[in-house]
C-alpha cells in the first residue's frame, strides 16, 4: 500500500522550459512534504519542502505547490538547466519524527 | 559545513557473513536516521535515534538488522548473516529537532551480497 505516489517515471523536457513533476499522497495525516533530488551512486539532496498550512513555498527556479484537498503536490522548476537531470523523490511526514515516507521516484531528463 | 559521512561506501560481501556500516551526522544534529534503497524504489525508513536512545525500530527488516549509537555521535547499522536480498543502498541521515522534518542525508553505502 503506497501513501506516496509518484505515477510518471520519467520526463523529458528541453532546456530553459518548465519541468512539472507530480505526486499524490493518500494519508491526510501528513503535514510536511518534502522534494528531494538523487543522482546516480549518491544520497538524495534535500530541495524544498513545505508545511500543510501553506499552499506554495519558492526557492529560486523551484517552487513547491501544496493541494490539500486533492491530496497532492507538484514541484516546479523554471527554467530547466541540463544540470538538473536526476531522479526527484517526493516525501512525506506526519508529526515531528522526521521519519519520511518516500515515493518512487521520478526521473528528469532536461535536454 | 561537514555534511553526513557514511563508510564504506562500498561492501561486497559473501552470503552468510556479517556487515556493518558507519555514519557519522551532521555535527550538532541530534537525530540521525537509517534507511535503505533498492533500485527503483525510493528510500525506505529503518530506524532512527534522537541522541543515543533508539525511538523506532518497528521497521528494521528483520531481526538481522540492528543499529546503534552509543555516545549519540556517530552510528553504526550490521546486517547478520547476510542474504542476496540485503543487496542495496544503506542511507544515513540526519536532523536537529528544531528543524522540523527536513533530514539530510549522506552519500550511503552499497551492499552487494555474492
Known amino acids: 500500500d503506497q501513501q506516496v505516489k509518484q505515477n510518471s517515471p520519467s520526463l523529458s523536457v528541453q532546456e530553459g522550459r518548465i519541468s512539472i513533476l507530480n505526486c499524490d499522497y493518500t494519508n491526510s495525516m501528513f503535514d510536511y512534504f518534502l522534494w528531494y533530488k538523487k543522482y546516480p551512486a549518491e544520497g538524495p539532496t534535500f530541495l524544498i519542502s513545505?508545511?500543510?498550512?501553506?499552499d506554495k513555498n519558492e526557492d529560486g527556479r523551484f517552487t513547491v505547490f501544496l493541494n490539500k484537498s486533492a491530496k497532492h503536490l507538484s514541484l516546479h522548476i523554471v527554467p530547466s538547466q541540463p544540470g538538473d537531470s536526476a531522479v526527484y523523490f517526493c516525501?512525506?511526514?506526519?508529526?515531528?519524527?522526521?521519519?519520511?515516507?518516500f515515493g518512487k521516484g521520478t526521473k528528469l531528463s532536461v535536454k | 559545513d561537514t555534511g553526513v559521512s557514511q563508510n564504506p561506501r562500498h561492501k561486497i560481501t559473501k552470503r552468510g557473513q556479517n556487515v556493518t556500516f558507519r555514519c557519522d551526522p551532521i555535527?550538532?544534529?541530534?537525530?540521525l536516521y537509517w534507511y535503505r534503497q533498492t533500485l527503483g524504489q525510493g528510500p525506505e525508513f529503518l530506524t532512527y535515534?534522537?541522541?543515543?536512545?533508539?525511538?523506532?525500530k518497528s521497521r528494521l527488516l528483520s531481526d538481522r538488522f540492528s543499529a546503534e549509537r552509543p555516545k549519540g555521535s556517530f552510528s553504526t547499522l550490521e546486517i547478520q548473516r547476510t542474504e542476496q536480498g540485503d543487496s542495496a543502498m544503506y542511507l544515513c541521515?540526519?536532523?536537529?529537532?528544531?528543524?522540523?522534518?527536513?533530514?539530510?542525508f549522506g552519500e550511503g553505502s552499497w551492499l552487494t551480497v555474492v
Open positions: 541521515a540526519s536532523s536537529k529537532t528544531d528543524s522540523g522534518n527536513t533530514i539530510y
Open positions: 513545505i508545511s500543510s498550512i501553506k
Open positions: 516525501a512525506a511526514s506526519r508529526g515531528s519524527q522526521g521519519n519520511l515516507i
Open positions: 555535527s550538532e544534529h541530534n537525530r
Open positions: 535515534f534522537q541522541n543515543e536512545a533508539q525511538l523506532e
